[in-house]
């Protein structure tokens, strides 16, 4: 159930109001708005006579049950969008953040080129596989470590900021020291051990939608990670799987509105998988400014031809300075509205 | 196979190359760019030997396969794009077109209150179901012709045009008397008898896509139109079925810069079905504008809570007034991508 | 809603509660079963007043409401089962009956070669398409009337009995002095003039699933025909389209059962379809032998490769041979169930 | 590449093509037939003067390359049936395995109660999750070791063999002490490093399809453990996602022949996952010993209407007796026909 408290509510009050919570047998997470606290209490059944005790207590404004299944991370337990900060960059507050880079971190001379050609372009943050989800055992399974250095360095160079994917539990203390955004893969989204550990770290955490994966199974995806006590998490659309195979995957864009109203999470975008094929990415990627993407994901290779993976789907640098430049009238219209609103 | 003319060819030589073609058993289909003619050789099989004949034919340029199963959409047989005029309305030449209207035409009051209201708000025509396509048969199944004159009135009032399903064969040659554009709907996109009869319509065919079609039997089926002797066709992405169930379908945006691709047709986007839901109908219009959409079907109704079909996704009035005006500043950026190109 | 009469009520009672069903506004279909008859009556919302005022009328045992939405195919209004009777086959009596034959007609000597075979090894009808819906308008549409000719004569020299497929409302008229069973396509099962004409038609209709059309929307398909007169509906599975190419369509085997919980038409399964593969049909029959399917229907071709449609996934004559040959423990198995039920 | 040695090839030989292959870069699995050894050289690219070369060597009867993207597991490898034996009993020998018991084990008196049911109406194996996969994290998550300690109480009492599911690869130690066999969910079908870790593990494991995965996707998969070391890997088909609700999930039965074709491992059908509803429980699982299973498993609990998970789909004890008695009569014509053969 949620309980709003008044906007002069004591903290004592706050504190009483948790302890009774979890005398009932939920758990109380506070979350601060910028006019009242707001507990979200999670357990099993919202029973009335808690509600009704709680209505009744001092400080209170408000108790009422949560009607959907995902707590903490819908719009029903906190109104107001969350706003993830690293460094500089912000991923909700109405801009558009954009994260580039190779499918795989290969080389580094490859890693290099392209974080510095990203950046020149206006990327904010430098994406690059590090650990790679093969279908088959015998295709390149990426550089590991020696992956990841090359990102901290690719950073250092050009003040990109790195997002990079972890695959199993037991490499998070390992992945976390080097990213700062860590990425759960498609494959991924329902591996609730790696969730839970991600629930612990104390970096942001970008959880990308399952092949099959139905909306409710994303949220709720999302809500092992916050209820285990990491808030930091955007949510990433990258195509589902459909009877349809003239593109790698079906993207599925009108989830990014349905998502604003569902929860406060950022939402981000990703052309390259969501449809396979460049020549599209640039159109799909003005779509998702248009339709309120708070970012994009895009896979750029110096020379897509001799990409280890995911070649035909990767952006040469001149295609993706083209696109920034094609987006920015776009991202203009976003920031005008969001000055009006 | 494709029959590429001189700039110069003589009326003479065309003619003897299309009986040329006649005699090697395909059907010859001009096709008048506005530098030379093309003429697509359609038939099983191009046989090599009948490529090098008519190669070497007086008038011809060149000659070679159609390699797509579809030839006289495809942008392989012609590279201009089709532009489909409606009075002074022009689908296809990079601006946008709105196409706005209830679901079902249900009474005289409801439909000219609708008309009036979208044509004030900018919207070029106007839709609406006399015949409707119902999964029971125990819904209501439209007004028939009863419902065509009330569209007849409507586009008198108000100087709309008008876009009303056919959903039989038998039905063309009265439906054709109201309407101004025919449209399959996506149940019947393989109602391959509905799309000969519309081969040899002089009204312009909106073809919607079913449910599960792929991408290949779209372009199959506005070929079984065109084929047949109408190349007024345009395409309409509707949304397609898929194992997600939080919206009515899964709209695949991502089609129209495929489609652009594939074929010169121009290509609608229908928000309405796409979503089911009438919060995401403006976000995904706008997204179908900057992904380069020609033109945008949506359902508006004077009290959807009332509509006999369709209420959850159907605009009020106001709505729609509101998208449009939040629209124009992206159909701006089109028109100056367009003047740029 | 639904009326049950006493087992003893009389033909006046009866048919003064079809008058008073008539008077509130629905229409009244008769269901005559072993032991009483049952009044269906059909119409919008089964309003409780009506219900009520029937329960207390002379002759009556009982009045209720029917939940799902198809009405007249649910076992809600009708428990026995259907049987449907084709000359001397039984479709629905809890036996097995094979239909077999080429995809297409496509000479006299490929057909009468077919059905010879076939006949011997013991399929009880003969299929075979006059009119075939290809989704290319460059492929092999059919013999037509030739092909329905050559079908009777097929039925002559075998005794066989036939099904062919019909796409056209317009053609129900010609197809049906040939046929003795329907065929509605998957293509056409939301094809609601073709199912409505299907309705006054004096001979069984076999309904076959649309590619993405859910359980709810096959029955209401039935539904559309049964409403308008026709009872002798069958419903074939033939595989939906999903996610997986490896095979043509995945066949929804475990709808069989689920379809005799929800109605009481007989049910067919057609595992060439339902896989596209030659060697998979005979396992694949296996199954829908073993899980209550009251028919099967198979493709079988005198020379495979040379077919001019559906070539991969039709039995050869000798392997159809072997395949009925190998279902007969099976059968037997069905009959000895059925003989203890 | 595949090298066949002679029937009569030394062991000195097989060395030294082994040797000779780990040359050119490849990695040698030595596959024991009955007549002759078999040597898979699985590495990247099989390169025609490796082939070539082997060819002429000693001892060696053929070498052609391996088509299929999964090597050690298709038939192109190995063309005899894999048979995995625990204890006496034998999946893959063409006889019928039963596996059954709850979804969770919840209690000493559940677990035990459907132990000894499950046992006497005739199941070899144990099944009962003690690590449960839940969409949501506010469901029950299963007992961890509890439930492990539970499971093999109960295999002491009745001699059942336990399968169990696994989640996380830092479990692998743990299970594997406890578990006959080791159960990979769907939702970990890739989870690569899982896969890897059961790759060095000393017990079958038993590999369920991903609700969205392709058959070659989960041959991949399977290759995964294989290519690891382990080669006991069974596969179960459990139902993948598709647009039809009207069931929990689409059972794809006709796999089981197709995998037949593809890969010598073992197939097991899962009809409660498969379906969702116990009353389609049995004619599933007949259908599946039909259509060629090695082995299925069920869902039993001993009041389902109070099951922790899965009531809906869960058999009750008598329900299941009852089912085994159904099925006697078509595994009797399964060992037929394998005696036959």
């Given at each position: 159930?949620?309980?709003?408290?008044?906007?002069?509510?004591?903290?004592?009050?706050?504190?009483?109001?948790?302890?009774?919570?979890?005398?009932?047998?939920?758990?109380?997470?506070?979350?601060?708005?910028e006019?009242?606290?707001?507990?979200?209490?999670?357990?099993?059944?919202?029973?009335?006579?808690?509600?009704?005790?709680?209505?009744?207590?001092?400080?209170?404004?408000?108790?009422?049950?949560?009607?959907?299944?995902?707590?903490?991370?819908?719009?029903?337990?906190?109104?107001?969008?969350?706003?993830?900060?690293?460094?500089?960059?912000?991923?909700?507050?109405?801009?558009?953040?954009?994260?580039?880079?190779p499918?795989?971190?290969?080389?580094?001379?490859?890693l290099?080129?392209?974080?510095?050609?990203?950046?020149?372009?206006?990327?904010?943050?430098?994406?690059?596989?590090?650990?790679?989800?093969?279908?088959?055992?015998?295709e390149?399974?990426?550089?590991?470590?020696?992956?990841?250095?090359?990102?901290?360095?690719?950073?250092?160079?050009?003040?990109?900021?790195v997002?990079?994917?972890?695959?199993?539990?037991?490499?998070?203390?390992?992945?976390?020291?080097?990213?700062?955004?860590?990425?759960?893969?498609?494959?991924?989204?329902?591996?609730?051990?790696?969730?839970?550990?991600?629930?612990?770290?104390?970096?942001?955490?970008?959880?990308?939608?399952?092949?099959?994966?139905?909306?409710?199974?994303?949220?709720?995806?999302?809500?092992?990670?916050?209820?285990?006590?990491?808030?930091?998490?955007?949510?990433?659309?990258?195509?589902?799987?459909?009877?349809?195979?003239?593109?790698?995957?079906?993207?599925?864009?009108?989830?990014?509105?349905?998502?604003?109203?569902?929860?406060?999470?950022?939402?981000?975008i990703?052309?390259?998988?969501?449809?396979?094929?460049?020549?599209?990415?640039?159109?799909?990627?003005r779509?998702?400014v248009?339709?309120?993407?708070?970012?994009?994901?895009?896979?750029?290779?110096?020379?897509?031809?001799?990409?280890?993976?995911?070649?035909?789907?990767?952006?040469?640098?001149?295609?993706?300075?083209?696109?920034?430049?094609?987006?920015?009238?776009?991202?203009?219209l976003?920031?005008?509205?969001?000055?009006?609103?």
């Amino acid at each position: 159930m949620i309980v709003a408290m008044n906007a002069d509510a004591t903290q004592q009050q706050i504190d009483h109001i948790c302890e009774r919570i979890r005398q009932f047998g939920y758990t109380p997470h506070l979350i601060q708005g910028e006019e009242r606290t707001v507990i979200a209490a999670i357990g099993k059944g919202d029973k009335k006579e808690h509600i009704e005790s709680l209505k009744s207590a001092d400080g209170v404004e408000d108790a009422f049950p949560i009607l959907q299944p995902f707590k903490l991370v819908s719009t029903e337990v906190k109104k107001e969008r969350s706003v993830i900060k690293i460094g500089d960059i912000k991923i909700g507050d109405g801009g558009l953040v954009v994260m580039a880079g190779p499918c795989s971190v290969e080389t580094r001379d490859q890693l290099l080129t392209t974080a510095e050609s990203v950046a020149k372009s206006g990327a904010q943050l430098l994406r690059g596989g590090a650990y790679k989800p093969r279908t088959s055992p015998y295709e390149f399974q990426g550089l590991a470590e020696e992956g990841l250095k090359l990102l901290a360095e690719a950073r250092e160079k050009t003040g990109l900021k790195v997002v990079t994917e972890i695959l199993n539990a037991e490499d998070v203390d390992l992945v976390e020291q080097y990213a700062d955004i860590l990425q759960v893969g498609a494959r991924n989204m329902q591996n609730f051990e790696l969730l839970k550990k991600l629930g612990k770290v104390n970096k942001p955490v970008m959880l990308k939608r399952g092949l099959s994966a139905t909306i409710k199974e994303f949220l709720l995806s999302a809500e092992y990670i916050v209820s285990h006590g990491n808030p930091n998490v955007m949510l990433c659309e990258r195509g589902i799987r459909t009877f349809e195979t003239a593109l790698r995957n079906t993207l599925d864009l009108a989830v990014v509105p349905l998502l604003n109203e569902l929860t406060h999470l950022p939402v981000v975008i990703d052309p390259s998988h969501g449809t396979g094929k460049r020549s599209l990415v640039p159109p799909v990627a003005r779509a998702a400014v248009a339709i309120g993407a708070d970012a994009i994901m895009t896979e750029v290779h110096p020379c897509p031809e001799q990409a280890w993976s995911d070649g035909p789907q990767s952006l040469r640098l001149e295609d993706f300075a083209k696109m920034m430049a094609d987006l920015q009238p776009y991202i203009k219209l976003r920031q005008q509205a969001a000055a009006a609103a």
